[in-house]
């Protein structure tokens, strides 16, 4: 199968399988529903009534539920106490669903709130700030993943035949629709549309660079969202481990970003592990890695993971704090600290939508290792060398590959200390302790003559898949 490097398919339980024949049953009637009110000018209001009915329903309920607010009513039912009680409940849900629509009004409106200084989401569990340094960190973070990964798309088959249209939900400042319209040009295709869909109005206006570029402000919890099947051929889902845990929500969204992909589209996922673990020296090169993957990485000095590659937690005090404080925060909020660990089941278990799942994960040093040094003196020490011994800081890193590693460092660095509030809580913390932990944690990785760093890694990944045809 071109493009998959290693995946194991999971057993599904009773539950996920009841809960996809339910789905599959609820997307059909919301098909029939949009197709019926498709010459109708409520279309849009009658849908966003349906969405709010569905999530008050989650919210009041617990656990997963199915959408029955589109249901038509059986011709035998009785009246008058039902009558009235159909009445009660009808009052109930347009209050609700008044209330509801209201207040996602209200966030799209005014979607900002300062707090401990930086600028966040209002009402929204997201834990990171959205202010221009956030921003700028996940900009390095995105060139990064374009950088190791090649290109701004992984998926063989986008790159084999041009979308001509291009979802990025949960786009932010958009800079990866930058990037894989950049990307597309260099291909000869130039004109490829892209749409980008937040919650707030991050993203400038692409079109100012020549891109065809439409942006959309919804909710990416509020389902379904407000766009029709099978509108897009690439649907791009970029670090949105810490918008939506991984789940019955998860897996419900999911759903939804396939409903606007075109039969034999192209789903595609990016994600970043929050906590870091360290590879161990010369790790084996994975088997059956695809000959341009191989290139890629020797190039840019990073390795690619496969299920045998040695990995050892942190070794270094500081991430191992980080790491520890990381996971209990995000624990707390029910969200992945490490959701590259667990992309691939998400994608097997779509196989009633989904085909041709490919993977490719690659960890990224955060500074030169030491062992890649002892090789590089062992080389110069050889009785072959003239050059005799040789300094054990000599580098062997060319000057972009450290860069590229510098980079890796700093984002992490950078989202520690975006992190700072929920770190300080559950560390327990005072601003005067944090702030020590905080400088002697500079002074212990930026300086490279220290060699804090003992083979730890920022670790990216990206997962595709072909919407099957039919669906």
Same mark, same amino acid.
């Given at each position: 199968?071109?493009?998959?490097?290693?995946?194991?398919?999971?057993?599904?339980?009773?539950?996920?399988?009841?809960?996809?024949?339910?789905?599959?049953?609820?997307?059909?009637?919301?098909?029939?529903?949009?197709?019926?009110?498709?010459?109708?000018?409520?279309?849009?209001?009658? $849908?966003?009534?349906?969405?709010?009915?569905?999530?008050?329903?989650?919210?009041?309920?617990?656990?997963?539920?199915?959408?029955?607010?589109?249901?038509?009513?059986?011709?035998?039912?009785?009246?008058?106490?039902?009558?009235?009680?159909?009445?009660?409940?009808?009052?109930?849900? !347009?209050?609700?669903?008044?209330?509801?629509?209201?207040? &996602?009004?209200?966030?799209?409106?005014? =979607?900002?709130?300062?707090?401990?200084?930086?600028?966040?989401?209002?009402?929204?569990?997201? =834990?990171?700030?959205?202010?221009?340094?956030?921003?700028?960190?996940?900009?390095?973070?995105?060139?990064?993943?374009?950088?190791?990964?090649?290109?701004?798309?992984?998926?063989?088959?986008?790159?084999?035949?041009? =979308?001509?249209?291009?979802?990025?939900?949960?786009?932010?400042?958009?800079?990866?629709?930058? +990037?894989?319209?950049?990307? %597309?040009?260099?291909?000869?295709? =130039?004109?490829?549309?892209?749409?980008?869909?937040?919650?707030?109005?991050?993203?400038?206006?692409?079109?100012?660079?020549?891109?065809?570029?439409?942006?959309?402000?919804?909710?990416?919890?509020?389902?379904?969202?407000? %766009?029709?099947?099978?509108? %897009?051929?690439?649907?791009?889902?970029?670090?949105?481990?810490?918008?939506?845990?991984?789940?019955?929500?998860?897996?419900? %969204?999911?759903?939804?970003?396939?409903?606007?992909? @075109?039969?034999?589209?192209?789903?595609?996922?990016?994600?970043?592990?929050?906590?870091?673990?360290?590879?161990?020296? &010369?790790?084996?090169?994975?088997?059956?890695?695809?000959?341009?993957?191989?290139?890629?990485?020797? @190039?840019?000095?990073?390795?690619?993971?496969?299920?045998?590659?040695?990995?050892?937690?942190?070794?270094?005090?500081?991430?191992?704090?980080?790491?520890?404080?990381?996971?209990?925060?995000?624990?707390?909020?029910? $969200?992945?600290?490490?959701?590259?660990?667990?992309?691939?089941?998400?994608?097997?278990?779509?196989?009633?939508?989904?085909?041709?799942?490919?993977?490719?994960?690659?960890?990224?040093?955060?500074?030169?290792?030491?062992?890649?040094?002892?090789?590089?003196? !062992?080389?110069?020490?050889?009785?072959?060398?003239?050059?005799?011994?040789?300094?054990?800081?000599?580098?062997?890193?060319?000057?972009?590959?450290?860069?590229?590693?510098?980079?890796?460092?700093?984002?992490?660095?950078?989202?520690?200390?975006?992190?700072?509030?929920?770190?300080?809580?559950?560390?327990?913390?005072?601003?005067?302790?944090?702030?020590?932990?905080?400088?002697?944690? +500079?002074?212990? $990785?930026?300086?490279?003559?220290?060699?804090?760093?003992?083979?730890?890694?920022?670790?990216?990944?990206?997962?595709?898949?072909?919407?099957?045809?039919?669906?």
């Amino acid at each position: 199968m071109d493009g998959l490097i290693y995946a194991y398919h999971v057993p599904k339980s009773s539950a996920q399988q009841q809960y996809t024949a339910a789905r599959l049953a609820a997307l059909a009637e919301e098909r029939k529903l949009r197709k019926s009110l498709s010459e109708l000018p409520e279309h849009i209001e009658r $849908l966003e009534r349906i969405s709010s009915c569905e999530s008050a329903s989650r919210e009041s309920g617990g656990g997963t539920t199915i959408p029955t607010g589109n249901r038509p009513a059986h011709r035998g039912e009785s009246h008058g106490a039902m009558d009235a009680a159909r009445a009660n409940n009808t009052s109930s849900s !347009s209050s609700s669903s008044s209330r509801s629509e209201h207040a &996602h009004q209200s966030l799209l409106n005014n =979607p900002f709130e300062l707090r401990y200084g930086r600028r966040y989401l209002r009402e929204l569990p997201y =834990p990171l700030p959205v202010d221009l340094v956030e921003l700028q960190r996940q900009n390095l973070r995105t060139l990064l993943s374009c950088q190791v990964f090649g290109r701004a798309i992984c998926a063989p088959g986008a790159t084999k035949k041009v =979308p001509r249209k291009v979802l990025e939900i949960g786009c932010g400042s958009a800079y990866w629709s930058s +990037m894989c319209h950049e990307y %597309f040009s260099s291909l000869g295709h =130039p004109n490829v549309s892209f749409t980008g869909l937040d919650v707030a109005p991050l993203a400038p206006d692409l079109k100012k660079q020549g891109i065809d570029w439409t942006f959309v402000q919804h909710d990416v919890r509020r389902l379904p969202l407000p %766009f029709d099947d099978e509108a %897009f051929d690439l649907v791009m889902l970029k670090d949105l481990s810490l918008a939506l845990p991984l789940g019955v929500p998860f897996q419900e %969204f999911l759903d939804e970003a396939i409903r606007t992909l @075109r039969a034999e589209g192209t789903l595609e996922i990016w994600e970043s592990d929050h906590v870091l673990r360290s590879l161990l020296p &010369h790790p084996p090169p994975p088997p059956s890695r695809e000959p341009q993957d191989r290139e890629t990485a020797n @190039r840019t000095a990073t390795f690619l993971i496969a299920p045998g590659t040695p990995f050892v937690p942190a070794q270094n005090k500081y991430l191992q704090h980080a790491n520890t404080w990381i996971s209990e925060a995000l624990n707390r909020r029910s $969200l992945p600290p490490l959701p590259c660990a667990g992309m691939a089941q998400v994608l097997y278990q779509e196989t009633e939508f989904l085909k041709g799942v490919g993977i490719r994960r690659v960890a990224i040093p955060l500074g030169e290792l030491r062992w890649e040094r002892e090789s590089v003196k !062992s080389a110069h020490d050889s009785p072959m060398s003239n050059k005799g011994k040789a300094r054990l800081s000599d580098n062997p890193l060319t000057a972009d590959q450290a860069a590229l590693r510098q980079t890796a460092l700093i984002t992490v660095l950078q989202m520690i200390e975006s992190l700072e509030p929920l770190l300080k809580e559950v560390s327990g913390k005072n601003t005067e302790e944090w702030s020590h932990w905080w400088a002697s944690l +500079m002074v212990d $990785l930026m300086d490279p003559t220290r060699g804090a760093l003992t083979g730890e890694c920022l670790e990216v990944g990206a997962w595709w898949a072909t919407k099957l045809s039919g669906q």
